[in-house]
């Protein structure tokens, strides 16, 4: 079984700019969730999606949005770009039901902002 | 607010040595609990999970784990590392309630270091 695929793995953006970034869960998962890592502030949880519909969110500016298709598949999408928003960007999928399932986790985006 | 502290930054250990890595939750009640690694430019891996039941939790590689409740801990341990074993490893703890979904508190990481 294919695991969790990020897409791009690298990204260079400047500042002011917009970015989407792409994550394909594993076959037959229907949560995706998205996390943040940056060595200041460690790993933090952005949001996660479940059968299209957010079903939590983290603390972060309303500039972080995402969305997931029919396909379980997800995107993230970063406005107005600040030097700050330079970080790994991990997606995890997971069954989603019932209760708490393993979370397996892609290898990243690497997001650096100029 | 649940909080995970992982109070070694960086850790040393030989190779053959055994490694301890601490990990203290902050938490109404026992939460899912899980440790991860992560190697350079990788993804994070799950070594192992404690939902309930014993408390001494064998993780692939060799982990083990062992949730304490009375010191709301949930140390990593292996007795034998390998050059293999060096990366950084996470401490998480998951939701308690359904309804919060899926997601995870994690510490801020030991990096672990193995020398030969």
């Known amino acids: 079984k294919a695991g969790v695929t990020q897409t791009p793995r690298y990204l260079i953006k400047t500042r002011g700019q917009q970015v989407t970034l792409s994550c394909s869960p594993i076959?037959?998962?229907?949560?995706v969730s998205w996390y943040q890592q940056t060595p200041g502030q460690g790993l933090q949880f952005l949001f996660e999606?479940?059968?299209?519909?957010?079903?939590n969110k983290g603390n972060f500016p309303g500039r972080f949005s995402g969305r997931q298709f029919s396909n379980s598949r997800s995107e993230m999408n970063v406005s107005t770009l600040e030097l700050g928003d330079s970080a790994l960007y991990l997606c995890?999928?997971?069954?989603?039901?019932?209760?708490?399932?393993?979370?397996?986790f892609g290898p990243g985006t690497r997001l650096t902002v100029l | 607010a649940q909080s995970v502290t992982q109070p070694d930054i960086h850790i040393t250990v030989s190779e053959g040595a055994s490694l301890e890595l601490r990990c203290n939750y902050s938490?109404?009640?026992?939460?899912?609990l899980f440790w991860y690694v992560q190697s350079p430019g990788q993804g994070l891996q799950l070594l192992l999970k404690?939902?309930?039941?014993?408390?001494l939790v064998q993780g692939i590689k060799g982990f083990e784990a062992e949730f304490k409740r009375s010191q709301s801990s949930f140390n990593l341990r292996k007795p034998s590392v390998h050059w293999s074993d060096a990366a950084e490893y996470f401490c998480a703890v998951g939701p308690l309630f359904k309804a919060a979904g899926n997601k995870l508190t994690f510490g801020g990481g030991t990096r672990v270091l193995v020398k030969p």
């Open positions: 076959s037959g998962h229907r949560s």
């Open positions: 404690y939902f309930s039941g014993d408390t």
């Open positions: 995890a999928s997971s069954l989603g039901q019932p209760a708490y399932n393993e979370q397996f």
């Open positions: 938490y109404g009640a026992t939460p899912y």
């Open positions: 999606y479940f059968s299209e519909t957010q079903r």
